[in-house]
């Protein structure tokens, strides 16, 4: 049996010298559908801690929807 799956899109972003950073999601239910959209500014912080935490935050945000 197939089960077709969710589909999410993440991306962080950490901007020049003074490091200010901020992280976005969207979910997609298996039918297409837009079910979450959600961004959070992380303040001063390095390119690696912002990518580590979209995919935490996602991960968090799919588990408050019971995904």
Known sequence: MFVAPFVSFVDGF???TQNLSFTAWVIYDPHG???DIQGIFLGQ???N???YSTVIELFSEAISLDI
């Open 14 to 16: 950490c901007r020049g």
């Open 33 to 35: 559908e837009l079910i």
């Open 45 to 47: 912080t390095t390119n």
């Open 49 to 51: 801690i912002v990518e």
